[in-house]
């Protein structure tokens, strides 16, 4: 069983920063595909980001390709999403997934997750 927890989110202007962390619980964190997902109002979730259970490869939505960087940090049940040159229509709700399954291009699908934050609010305007 693990538990997720998003922080992070919060209101930027156009061209800005913010780092998002999901904080994981329980100590097989380590094995998951981690992805990163969002929900714009009246819009269905979409795939941002994912990253394999080791870190080292990942890939992104075409929106956010050079925008947005996902790392991991396993040893502290840690992952997080960099999110720079922010745009109006990035505004959100940022989740955090884990799914026990190894990164393919099927990781894109929110199926494929098993596990899911409570999500976290990501507002870009000026």
């Known amino acids: 069983q693990v538990q997720l927890v998003e922080s992070g989110g919060g209101l930027v202007q156009p061209g800005g920063s913010l780092r998002l962390s999901c904080a994981a619980s329980g100590n097989t964190f380590r094995a998951y595909t981690v992805g990163w997902f969002r929900q714009a109002p009246g819009k269905e979730r979409e795939f941002v980001a994912a990253i394999s259970w080791t870190g080292g490869s990942s890939f992104y939505a075409d929106s956010v390709e050079g925008r947005f960087t996902i790392s991991r940090d396993n040893s502290k049940n840690m992952a997080y999403l960099q999110m720079d040159f922010l745009e109006s229509g990035d505004t959100a709700v940022y989740y955090c997934?884990?799914?026990?399954?190894?990164?393919?291009?099927?990781?894109?699908?929110?199926?494929?997750?098993?596990?899911w934050g409570q999500g976290t609010q990501v507002t870009v305007s000026s």
């Open positions: 997934a884990a799914a026990d399954a190894a990164l393919t291009m099927a990781s894109r699908l929110s199926n494929r997750y098993d596990y």
